[in-house]
């Protein structure tokens, strides 16, 4: 059994800072690639960013990449996001994933039906950016 546990979401004004975490409990060893991805409503899931398994990050093409920095405490098996000069555009449902392979070279990975290839999920911290 998997379970990811994502902390740190919250509300903040444009300019701020927040550091979303995902804390991985169960399966999850480092044959494991994790990602954060975040969605509004009534719009397409999007990819942020994504950590291999073989420890290379990904800015898994988005507009985020310059704000937006992934990094993997190992020992806790956490995953985390640093977001920085928040955007009102920003403000989504922030949800962190795991899928038990590499990254793939490509993006297309974390866009639409191939994202749901990230077997595990978890509920998502809202984030809510005010101008």
């Known amino acids: 059994q998997v379970q990811l546990v994502e902390a740190g979401g919250g509300a903040v004004q444009a300019g701020g800072s927040l550091r979303l975490s995902c804390a991985a409990a169960?399966?999850?060893?480092?044959?494991?690639?994790m990602a954060w991805f975040r969605q509004v409503p009534g719009k397409e899931r999007e990819g942020v960013a994504g950590?291999?398994?073989?420890?290379?990050?990904?800015d898994a093409g988005s507009s985020v990449k310059e704000r937006f920095t992934i990094s993997k405490y190992n020992s806790k098996n956490t995953l985390y996001l640093q977001m920085t000069n928040l955007k009102p555009e920003d403000t989504a449902m922030y949800f962190c994933?795991?899928?038990?392979?590499?990254?793939?070279?490509?993006?297309?990975?974390?866009?639409?039906?191939?994202?749901?290839?990230?077997?595990?999920w978890g509920r998502g911290p809202q984030v809510t950016v005010s101008s």
């Open positions: 994933a795991a899928v038990s392979r590499p990254l793939l070279p490509s993006t297309s990975q974390f866009l639409g039906p191939q994202s749901q290839d990230f077997a595990h």
């Open positions: 169960g399966v999850i060893d480092s044959t494991y690639s």
């Open positions: 950590f291999g398994s073989d420890g290379l990050t990904s």
